[in-house]
């Protein structure tokens, strides 16, 4: 089992930034990937960025790229999401994911939400 808790969410006006961090527990050397995933109200899950946990090498979904830094610090076994120029649809519950071929461990989740 692998545990993750997230944190850092708020409150922020547009343009502003945000770093959120997820920190894991448990089996964490089973997991491959570690991603961030967000869900706004009404809409499905969508996915933002992954990072691999060794090699670190990093993915982004194009509503984020050049805005949103993946990055992980293994000696911690903790993940953040440094978030810059926000933007209103930015607002969402942001969860962290760890796994292999899929993602089967879900943090919490930590709301974000960025006014106009």
């Known amino acids: 089992q692998v545990q993750l808790v997230e944190s850092g969410g708020g409150l922020v006006q547009a343009g502003g930034s945000l770093r959120l961090s997820c920190a894991a527990s448990?089996?964490?050397?089973?997991?491959?990937?570690m991603a961030w995933f967000r869900q706004a109200p009404g809409k499905e899950r969508e996915f933002v960025a992954h990072?691999?946990?060794?090699?670190?090498?990093?993915y982004y979904a194009e509503s984020v790229k050049g805005r949103f830094t993946i990055s992980r610090d293994n000696a911690k076994n903790t993940m953040f999401l440094q978030m810059n120029s926000l933007k209103p649809e930015d607002t969402a519950v942001y969860y962290c994911?760890?796994?292999?071929?899929?993602?089967?461990?879900w943090g919490q989740g930590t709301q974000v939400t960025v006014s106009s």
């Open positions: 994911a760890a796994g292999r071929a899929v993602y089967d461990y």
């Open positions: 448990g089996r964490t050397f089973s997991s491959e990937y």
């Open positions: 990072i691999r946990w060794s090699g670190g090498s990093t």
